[in-house]
């Protein structure tokens, strides 16, 4: 006659703790993966870098947008993004923005900050908001006349350097005016003081 109270087949104890293991280890598991999820890279962030250290590397760029935008920060964009992208990211213009003062089709470079000036603003400043309060020219949204008050600039080249920033992006030193056709260091030279960027 069996025993009505005998322990339970050692088999089955054993597929129930096996059971137990894998499900803690999946939630652990899930956890964690929720965990990573949470700490993804986020539409803003500051970058932290080291003298010498390029954002480019890693594929990314991160565009400072100011001004007539809903949400003005710092924002993590695609390679190849263009201002009209930062301008989305930042949620959009105002009403009073200015879009006749910044062109939405140029192309973005890592580090760059975007400025969407308010109905009136550029206008307020001779040469399109080009000249800053230290009285210099701002080579990165200088337009043609007020690229025309340098010295020894002249329709033909001013529109040369816009041309060179329309295809290059901004310009990340006062020495990129080397590559421009027609400018050489002497006449660099004679500008340096009058321009930054």
Do not use: C
């Amino acid at each position: 006659m069996p025993e009505e109270n005998a322990p339970p087949p050692r088999r089955l104890r054993l597929s129930i703790g096996a059971a137990v293991v894998v499900a803690l280890v999946v939630l652990s598991g899930a956890v964690g993966l929720g965990l990573l999820r949470g700490q993804a890279a986020p539409a803003e962030s500051i970058p932290l870098s080291t003298p010498g250290s390029t954002v480019e590397s890693s594929g990314e760029l991160y565009v400072h947008v100011l001004g007539a935008v809903e949400a003005p920060g710092l924002y993590v964009l695609s390679p190849g993004a263009r201002l009209v992208d930062a301008v989305g990211a930042a949620g959009g213009t105002r009403d009073d923005a200015d879009l006749a003062a910044v062109n939405l089709a140029r192309v973005l470079t890592d580090g760059e900050q975007v400025v969407v000036p308010v109905l009136g603003a550029a206008a307020a400043i001779p040469g399109g908001a080009a000249a800053a309060d230290d009285g210099l020219i701002d080579l990165n949204t200088a337009d043609q006349a007020a690229l025309e008050t340098l010295p020894r600039i002249g329709p033909a080249l001013a529109q040369r350097i816009l041309d060179w920033r329309e295809e290059n992006g901004r310009f990340r030193s006062v020495d990129d005016l080397l590559g421009v056709p027609g400018i050489g260091e002497k006449l660099l030279a004679g500008i340096r003081d009058g321009v930054r960027v």
